[in-house]
């Protein structure tokens, strides 16, 4: 079945809704047919289904049924604000992971780096998150706030837990509670040893990801996988 994003403000059975753009061109693209029934998504919790309408060169779709998700637990990986293109890739992995929120972080190793994220990126991360959404079918798309300084979240009060990447750090736990997680990953090249102590002082716990060093978009997905699975494990035991 054909899986469509559509506007938020829409997502109410008995509502008619507007697709979001580049919508038409994906049910071109697989022969989409007027009166068909399809999966829609809002990456604001809603699952449900609808019935494509064709008016002109447009489509909307009459939403028939309509659930909302819970939020998944709050999962915030701040992430070495490198180049822009890998960067788009940890927010749409992200984004089938269950991750909540992607923070771009400026660190001392990413201001000389020309392709990094910058605010006027954020726009075209969010969509990434929405593709994801469409992709891999999840009811939420991860929030990709705006760029911060290692500093700020270093002055933030941790809600909850902290984990700082570091390959001199202890083992991520095989379990996990369901508090909210910040996660931070530096950059290429690592964060600084001043930036680590920095993390440690605000009460982030250093972890390890694995034997060897690794690009941050991999340390940033490995740190999600790690706590979604020990989350899991948490609700199994």
Request: hydrophobic share 45%.
């Amino acid at each position: 079945m054909i899986r469509v994003l559509i506007e938020r403000s829409s997502g109410a059975a008995g509502r008619r809704g507007g697709l979001l753009q580049g919508e038409a061109h994906h049910l071109r693209v697989r022969r989409a047919e007027a009166g068909e029934t399809v999966e829609v998504r809002d990456g604001d919790g809603l699952i449900g289904l609808g019935r494509l309408v064709q008016a002109g060169k447009s489509w909307e779709v009459d939403v028939t049924t309509a659930d909302r998700a819970s939020r998944p637990a709050e999962l915030t990986l701040a992430v070495g604000a490198g180049d822009r293109d890998r960067f788009a890739w940890v927010v749409e992995k992200a984004t089938e992971l269950g991750v909540t929120s992607v923070i771009p972080l400026e660190t001392e190793r990413t201001a000389a780096v020309a392709s990094r994220v910058r605010i006027q990126h954020l726009e075209r991360l969010r969509r990434h998150a929405l593709e994801a959404v469409k992709q891999s079918g999840a009811a939420w798309a991860t929030r990709v706030e705006e760029p911060v300084s290692l500093g700020e979240i270093a002055a933030r009060p941790i809600a909850g837990q902290g984990w700082v990447a570091d390959a001199n750090g202890a083992a991520v736990p095989a379990t996990v509670g369901k508090t909210p997680l910040t996660v931070v990953i530096g950059p290429e090249g690592g964060l600084t040893a001043d930036e680590l102590e920095r993390l440690r002082g605000a009460g982030y716990t250093a972890v390890s990801l694995g034997p060897h060093t690794l690009r941050f978009e991999t340390a940033a997905i490995a740190a999600a996988a790690a706590a979604v699975a020990g989350r899991l494990r948490r609700t199994d035991g």
